[in-house]
């Protein structure tokens, strides 16, 4: 069974379509990446995945369940970590991430977290004196507290410094490791092609291609390719 799997789904806002027959599976133990422009569908196509959108139509099963009719299981397995999470001025980081376990019923070690994360020595640092890197990793960490098989990570890294980049990609993929399979949404081509086994290009509301990073790369011509690869961010 896939981990995930959306399939013809379909969302719109009045008249507009956001979504438009998108389908896609993601394979346990699998980085899946999503990449498309502004207004592609990304945020929508995640947000019905959390249950947090009800789809016009189309189905989606997380591990087996209906995020929808089962919403307080799929709760408990999958970790959301979306774009502009919010969190008061002065919360410490240890405080934030106890109080998240205890929303769970089987929570991780949040004390490993913070280590895995590289947060143990900012444990006592209020959340308004932390670097932009260090807020992604507290909402990565805060995503990853109630101990999920699957994790949705949205637009991780915009924002952030070259560095910083680079060091929430290890991460990510000692995330990986650990055994989460991770639903990975970005703007990044770069960032796309370096941690996902698989991507999904999203433009328009549909799926223009589903490929490994090698197989994408190889679809597109060689101007497009230079696009790809020296795509930064903003
Ligand atoms: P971005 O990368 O800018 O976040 P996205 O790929 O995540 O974009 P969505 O946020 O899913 O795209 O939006 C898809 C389309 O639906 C856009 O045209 C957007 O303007 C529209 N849209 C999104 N949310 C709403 C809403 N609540 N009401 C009306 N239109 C919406």
């Given at each position: 069974m ?9 969302k719109?806002y009045?008249?507009h ?5 998108i389908?896609f ?11 498309g ?8 196509t995640v947000e019905s995945i959390?249950?947090?959108?009800t789809p016009d139509?189309?189905s ?8 929808v009719?089962?919403r ?8 959301v ?9 002065a919360?410490?980081?240890a405080?934030?991430?106890?109080l998240?376990s ?9 004390r490993?977290?913070?280590?895995l994360?590289?947060?143990?020595e900012?444990?006592?640092t209020?959340?308004?004196a932390?670097?932009?890197g ?7 960490a805060?995503a990853l507290?109630?101990?999920?098989k699957?994790?949705?990570l949205?637009e991780?890294?915009?924002?952030l410094?070259?560095?910083?980049r ?5 991460l990510?993929e ?9 639903l ?18 999203i433009d ?14 190889a679809q ?12 930064q961010?903003?």
């Amino acid at each position: 069974m896939a981990a995930l799997e959306v399939r013809n789904l379909h969302k719109r806002y009045g008249h507009h379509v956001a979504v438009d027959n998108i389908s896609f599976s993601v394979e346990e133990g699998e980085i899946f990446g999503i990449i498309g422009p502004n207004g592609a569908g990304k945020t929508t196509t995640v947000e019905s995945i959390a249950g947090l959108r009800t789809p016009d139509s189309g189905s989606i099963s997380v591990l087996g369940l209906d995020p929808v009719k089962d919403r307080a299981e799929v709760r408990e397995r999958l970790g959301v970590q979306l774009q502009e999470s919010s969190f008061p001025d002065a919360i410490k980081v240890a405080e934030a991430l106890e109080l998240y376990s205890s929303f769970y019923r089987d929570p991780a070690d949040w004390r490993e977290l913070m280590e895995l994360l590289g947060l143990a020595e900012k444990h006592k640092t209020r959340y308004k004196a932390l670097s932009g890197g260090q807020k992604q990793r507290l909402s990565i960490a805060l995503a990853l507290v109630g101990n999920p098989k699957v994790a949705i990570l949205d637009e991780l890294t915009t924002g952030l410094d070259p560095q910083a980049r680079r060091d929430t990609w290890s991460l990510i993929e000692r995330v990986r490791d650990t055994g989460v399979t991770i639903l990975l949404v970005t703007h990044f081509m770069d960032e796309a092609e370096r941690l996902s086994d698989r991507i999904a290009v999203i433009d328009g509301g549909r799926v223009a291609a589903v490929d490994t990073p090698e197989g994408l790369i190889a679809q597109v011509s060689p101007v497009q390719q230079v696009r790809f690869r020296v795509s930064q961010p903003l």
